[in-house]
């Protein structure tokens, strides 16, 4: 069999990646000179933690399988796995995080509610007050801004692996062909459009005007090395209002009873924070629905997140090295974990996993190449 793929972010890549493990030829088409989308501006998390239970979980935790096998075979991925904590203070936080630990799939993510000395012992960075901690063993992550190249490396290890960047596919030709910008038209059994949040033009003409995956714009920042290790993913209390895992009647009265900070409220963040392979943490995140999009990032969200890190850390942040701004998609309907359709016989738009396009992908691209038969 022989594929085309069309993106080579980390969803399009590992497409890429089951179809050569299956023994069928790829081709896999960028238009950029290698990936510069979502792929690359994100934490780097395989985030299992605060999944919606059911298919989510589930597809979480097989890419985590997935991630671990692959990172084994592949070192420069970075793959570790370092868990996350998520530090608690006061009754009502408390309570979010015991309702979590008391959830029927709790063993399955790995939960325990450490006390504060507990999670300093596994954390020793966490020198900022706090009175507990969710933990999390089975959160993990990997280098973002290289996952891709060192994947993709490997794949050029294969004869029947192919890479063309800088083409930019214009048309679907017939069933299953594309044309690319260059005039060069690519012929396989099956063609698989991982195109991020690239959601006009072609997307559009194949998939219609209704296409229910919208695009989320997000900002994020990356210090110069802590000096220390960080031994454990970290979030704040603000992503129990983010992720579905934690829902229940403790949140909604965390929610009633102690809102967000203002500025927090209006960008919609939590503090997820990971520490790369040179020691700078990459800091993030705030969410933004309403199109058009800013062009520019702004100061008060990086301001908040600095407060909520230098809490926990009880010391300084170090200088911030990068500033930046992302752009994903997300299926409209939150709770599926990517859209996958059908365009033609034998080409199919796989996008919108929102933010668990590096959590889940692996799984995600193996779900596709068990329904296509590969």
Request: glycine share 10%; charged share 25%; hydrophobic share 40%.
């Amino acid at each position: 069999m022989r594929v085309i793929v069309v993106g080579a972010g980390v969803v399009g890549t590992m497409h890429a990646w089951h179809a050569v493990e299956r023994g069928h030829e790829v081709v896999q088409i960028e238009r950029e000179t290698e990936a510069r989308g979502a792929s690359l501006r994100n934490f780097g998390q395989i985030w299992v933690s605060g999944r919606a239970g059911g298919e989510e979980l589930d597809t979480a935790l097989r890419a985590r399988e997935l991630w671990e096998d692959i990172g084994s075979r592949v070192p420069a991925l970075g793959f570790r796995p370092n868990g996350s904590l998520t530090p608690v203070r006061g009754e009502l936080e408390l309570a979010v995080a015991e309702a979590a630990v008391a959830r029927t799939d709790a063993a399955a993510r790995g939960y325990k509610l450490l006390t504060a000395g507990e999670a300093r012992a596994l954390n020793p960075a966490l020198r900022g007050a706090f009175d507990a901690a969710l933990y999390c063993e089975r959160d993990a992550a990997v280098e973002p801004r290289t996952a891709q190249l060192a994947l993709r490396a490997e794949l050029l290890n294969s004869p029947r692996y192919t890479f063309l960047p800088g083409r930019e596919v214009r048309e679907v030709i017939g069933e299953r062909a594309v044309r690319d910008d260059h005039g060069e038209v690519h012929t396989g059994d099956a063609v698989v459009l991982c195109t991020g949040a690239w959601l006009g033009g072609l997307v559009r003409e194949l998939a219609g005007p209704d296409l229910p995956v919208r695009r989320v714009r997000l900002q994020m920042m990356q210090t110069d090395p802590l000096g220390e290790s960080l031994t454990t993913s970290v979030a704040d209390a603000d992503s129990f209002r983010y992720y579905p895992a934690y829902a229940s009647p403790a949140l909604e009265e965390l929610n009633a009873r102690r809102p967000q900070a203002d500025t927090a409220e209006e960008h919609r963040m939590q503090l997820l924070m990971v520490q790369r392979a040179d020691g700078g943490l990459t800091i993030g995140d705030t969410h933004e629905y309403e199109h058009p999009f800013a062009f520019d990032t702004l100061e008060d969200p990086y301001d908040h997140l600095t407060g909520v890190v230098e809490s926990l850390l009880g010391r300084p942040l170090p200088k911030i090295r990068r500033r930046w701004a992302g752009v994903y998609a997300q299926c409209t309907d939150t709770s599926r974990v990517v859209h996958r359709q059908r365009v033609r016989k034998s080409v199919w738009l796989v996008t919108g996993p929102g933010g668990r396009g590096m959590t889940c992908s692996p799984a995600i691209a193996e779900t596709t190449a068990n329904e296509l038969g590969w």
